[in-house]
């Protein structure tokens, strides 16, 4: 129950999934006295959820490491309900840093190979929403992981935005196969040799994001996180540069007025709160971290998320194609030692003569 | 001469900047036939400028290492111009890599540590303009070669922007000291120990290069370059979808029509043409990539760009820093150096005993 607005927001936005989705349940964590007086004024919603009371919460700022130690937190509780099956999801609009950290430690990682979870997101684009991962958690990727991203991305695209075999694409600063560092271009050569089921597209660039050229775009966490920002940022600057211009005199004011119901049809298709609701991948269970400055509306949007891949054979899908994944990498590995005893056994032939 | 559309857009754009400046002199490098059919219909640039022809090209899609072993291109010979002191900058909209290429074998690089040029970028924000460098020269960076980047991001945008002592940011995924990579880390704390007399701000974030936080941003190639298309790609989209509002029917039409002088004033705003001119920093002599599908206005600014730093003290400056900073490297160099040497004498006084 965090967030910028707590419960107020949180609580309500259940509300608005719940008329949608009335068969959904709910557990609530947090301090009971102000959910419940939201609830209060939500009867449809309170004759579905329960709410499960503790006055310890994570706060914004607080230390992923000093959020793991404490107890009985709503973050920590809502995260062990998953764990323990009462829930199939649980949805944060808290400290991300502490919702990675407590999620990796309470529901584990779905293999040992995964280091830590990707955070994906569902970006805007000329054909309606691409998925972009890792925008996050990860400052450095190897090859390894970049591919593992593109899985998990998959397994999230289908489930949540219903394409079947969704593209995949590796974002790099130009086209060839010679562009861009190490761990991407490796990363290439072995989607390109083996797409492990996937449909490979090869690399995109920052214009493709919003082109919608693939469905899912795989980088790694620094790079994703400023292209995400960055477009945030030039989305909210043309915006008050727009909101500026139709203020700027009688005419365009009129002008404003009369294109209102167009505009807003437009900034409906880039506003964050429709794409509200990035999943927290490679965990043995749900757990998506909705922007803390989401309205009831947008918060509602992530539950949606974490419905969807509730709903869909999501996990299933990923521990399939990362086994598969990995069988691939013991088969290589195991051609590679098998060379290696090769060349050992001729240099210590040397030896003898 | 080059560009995606030859001599009919950077002639033109030569005749626009001479209109603003005429005292300039310009050479214009390519195929005589086609550039004196420009000439042709711009008497005051013809009398101001000298075609040195060829036939020799570097096409868009040639790759570096072949625009290299080529004699007597118009991009080879635009440089060498630079290099005997017969231009004072090198302007072109032709291929990146081979502009790049051809540059450091040509001028060679300001000094013996810097490997090879950063690509700078002026980026329309809230305040006007800010400098992010690097955007695509160097797909890694190491805490360094950050340093040499802010060093001559903040020595361009003086030049250009005319702010004289312009705060640089580190482009990071996060604001406090432990976020990010070891490379920005490693950066981050040498410019906080010793500013080398830059006005350093800190770790900025994507959402901070449209809000104009900081005057210079600073980025490795890969990252850099990944943002400003992502930037582009936004604008773009969204740029597409207001068309599409404004057509959406009769009463948003009339609003277009009647908002039309404030939207086009804000569209300048964030014209790509606007802040065409990215300086390729750290060579021995002024050159400067237009983007190759500038129109003759776009390539105008290019030229300026290339005026701006020709007509400033931005050489000696960046020289001057870029010194300061080795000599502050070769002072911890040898105090590690001393620190080996004793710790050498106690491991050799242990062999003796």
Chains 1, 2 share one sequence.
């Not at 995260?79 to 400290?95: D, L, Y």
Request: aromatic content about 4%; some cysteine.
């Amino acid at each position: 129950m965090g967030g910028d607005h707590g419960p107020a927001v949180t609580v309500c936005g259940a509300a608005l999934l719940l008329d949608e989705h009335p068969a959904v349940f709910f557990q609530l964590h947090g301090d009971e006295v102000r959910i419940n007086a939201e609830l209060a004024k939500l009867p449809k919603l309170k004759a579905r959820s329960v709410v499960i009371h503790t006055d310890q919460c994570v706060a914004m700022d607080e230390k992923p490491a000093q959020a793991i130690r404490r107890r009985n937190t709503s973050l920590s509780n809502a995260i062990h309900a998953v764990k323990s099956g009462e829930a199939r999801a649980v949805i944060s609009a808290g400290n991300t840093g502490a919702l990675m950290a407590l999620s990796k430690m309470i529901l584990k990682m779905m293999t040992d190979d995964l280091e830590r979870p990707a955070i994906g997101c569902s970006w805007p684009n000329k054909t309606g929403f691409g998925t972009v991962l890792d925008v996050g958690a990860n400052v450095t990727s190897d090859a390894r992981q970049l591919i593992e991203f593109a899985l998990m991305g998959a397994a999230f695209h289908r489930a949540v935005h219903g394409v079947k075999k969704p593209s995949i694409g590796l974002l790099n600063v130009g086209s060839e196969d010679v562009k861009g560092h190490e761990e991407v271009r490796e990363a290439h050569k072995l989607l390109r040799e083996n797409t492990l089921g996937l449909n490979y597209y090869g690399f995109v660039e920052g214009t493709d994001l919003c082109a919608g050229t693939v469905d899912v775009t795989v980088t790694d966490g620094f790079t994703g996180n400023v292209a995400l920002k960055t477009a945030e940022g030039t989305a909210r600057f043309i915006k008050d540069l727009l909101k500026d211009a139709f203020k700027s005199g009688p005419m365009a004011m009129l002008g404003a007025v009369l294109a209102g119901s167009a505009l807003k049809a437009m900034a409906k298709r880039i506003d964050p709160g429709a794409s509200n609701g990035g999943p927290l991948l490679g965990l043995k269970g749900i757990v998506i971290k909705s922007h803390g400055g989401a309205d009831a509306r947008a918060f509602s949007n992530a539950i949606r998320v974490g419905l969807s891949l509730a709903a869909s054979g999501y996990e299933r899908d990923i521990v399939d194609s990362l086994a598969q994944f990995s069988q691939s990498l013991t088969v290589e590995a195991s051609l590679a030692a098998g060379l290696k005893e090769t060349s050992a056994a001729i240099a210590a032939g040397d030896k003898v003569n």
